[in-house]
């Protein structure tokens, strides 16, 4: 709970996978967005692949939905290679 009883915002959807890029890849961030709840990340066509891949890494992914606040997050970040964890 926030001061005052109130329920603490939930991050925007996409909001972890943005800091793992801007950690892991940040050169292929293109620009960010958010609007409605979601983060819309642009990145080139050239790195797509890279990116989709590190993203898709089904280890890094759980551990990104499993991060309930930001020290969980950064603990994900943190890791020598995120695809390597």
């Known amino acids: 709970m926030a001061a005052g009883g109130e329920t603490p915002a939930r991050p925007a959807a996409g909001s972890a996978a943005l800091r793992l890029l801007l950690h892991e890849l940040p050169d292929a961030v ?3 967005e958010e609007a409605v709840g979601e983060v819309t990340i642009r990145v080139g066509r050239e790195r797509l692949v ?8 089904p280890t890094v992914a759980h551990k990104l939905r499993a991060s309930e606040d ?5 603990a994900v970040l943190a890791m020598p290679s995120a695809s390597a964890a």
């Open 30 to 32: 293109l620009g960010s």
């Open 70 to 74: 930001a020290e969980a997050l950064y």
């Open 50 to 57: 890279e990116v989709a891949r590190l993203l898709r890494d």
